[in-house]
Each structure stands twice: as C-alpha cells, then as structure tokens.
C-alpha cells in the first residue's frame, strides 16, 4: 500500500541555523499538507500546498518558514533560522482529489522530530 | 474558533476490557469528525471518520458517532487488544480547511 516517506526521522540542529525537512506525499495525490506537534501539546497545521502554491498557512508559518515541490516526487519544509521553539515533531500528509475536489481524508508520514539546541 | 478537547491519558487496559476515549469538540457550522491513530514508530493514520449528525464511524471494531446535540465523538470498542496499544488522536474539519486536532491518548492494554 502506498505511504508517505519522510526524511530523517529525527534531525538535531544549532539554534540559528537552516533545516530541510523532506518528505514524499504518495504519488497520484495533489494535496500535501505540513503538520507539527510539541511535545506534549497538540498537532498544529502550518501550511496546505496544492498546484505548486501556498493554499493556506497558519499564523505559526511566518516568514521563517517556506515549502516547496522542487521536483515530481519531493515536498520539503525549510526553516530558515531555527529557534528552541521549533523542536517539534513534523508530520508530512497529503490528500487525494476525487471528482475534482480534495477529499477529507489526509494520509500522513511517521514524522521527522527535529530537535533545535 | 475551532476546537477539540480529548481526555488526558494515559489510558491503561486490560486485554478484552471496554475502551472509551472522550472527544468534544467546538465548531461553527458542520465540521467532518475525525479519529486518528498513531502506532510506534508510524504516521497517523485514519481510523474512522463521521460526516454530518448521527453517522456513526466505525472501523476494526472501534466506533464513534457524531453527536451534535452534545458537540461529541467518543470512540469506542468493545474488546481491547494489545495491539491496540498507541496514541488515538481526534480531529476535526471544516469544508476547505485543514485539520484541528486534540491533544492525543495513549492507550497502553496489557495482557
């Protein structure tokens, strides 16, 4: 059965410095979606991406934070300048469109757990 | 604005005992109601969905139906398996618009 992929699984950066997170949606889907969730805290949405732009973001994806389909396959969140604040565990997901519309359901990858020191 | 509120876990069960987890949720309008669950080491992945007022989802034995006069989602099941040990997460969604979910429950069944 197909599945989203994220990688790495766990990422430890300086404070200050740029992450790539990367993740591949399953293939015939057109939504993706970036997704985190603090420790002990909930899953928030950051951002939804469809037909190469931003669709929607949250007031928590700022200008730190950017996305991008840089080829047929890949889907990847960067921040720019990390801070503590960010450690998180990043959840990748995407969507299907049935009929011409997205559907409701969202397949979503393990995560990648960054951790910012 | 939109919310969901779960029970704090840890959830701890015996092998075939009854399993309820609580969900409330606060929305304007007809949300689509969602239960997600998160075994060790994966994603989340889709356990059951309800669409409008008293559908009731269901799925490898768990289920939940939508209760409007009560803003509630409680999953349920009847006869818990050690390997329903993870992290169940409730979520809702407006038309157009991305996920909002709780906080998570594990769930820990010992045999």
């Known amino acids: 059965e197909p599945e989203v992929t994220q990688t790495p699984s766990h990422q430890v950066t300086q404070m200050g410095q740029e992450v790539i997170l990367r993740c591949v949606p399953i293939?015939?889907?057109?939504?993706f979606y970036w997704y985190r969730q603090i420790l002990g805290q909930k899953v928030e949405f950051l951002v939804s991406f469809y037909n190469n732009e931003i669709s929607e973001k949250s007031e928590i994806f700022d200008d730190q934070f950017s996305v991008e389909r840089p080829d047929g396959s890949n889907f990847t969140l960067k921040i720019r300048s990390t801070k503590l604040e960010d450690s998180a565990m990043y959840f990748c997901a995407s969507s299907p469109m049935r009929e011409g519309y997205r559907t409701d359901t969202q397949y979503f990858g393990p995560g990648t757990r960054l951790t910012v020191l | 604005g939109n919310s969901v509120t779960q029970m704090e876990g840890p959830v701890t069960l015996s092998e075939e005992a009854f399993l309820t987890i609580n969900c409330t949720y606060t929305?304007?309008?007809?949300?689509?109601l969602f239960w997600y669950v998160q075994y060790p080491g994966e994603g989340l992945q889709l356990l059951l969905k309800a669409t409008k007022a008293d559908d009731k989802g269901s799925n490898k034995g768990f289920e939940a139906t939508y209760r409007k006069e009560t803003t509630s989602f409680h999953l349920e099941k009847g006869s818990v398996q050690v390997s329903d040990s993870a992290v169940y997460f409730c979520?809702?969604?407006?038309?157009?618009?991305?996920?909002?979910f709780g906080k998570g429950t594990t769930l820990s069944v010992s045999s």
């Open positions: 929305a304007t309008g007809y949300p689509s």
């Open positions: 293939s015939n889907h057109l939504y």
């Open positions: 979520a809702l969604k407006k038309a157009g618009t991305a996920l909002i």
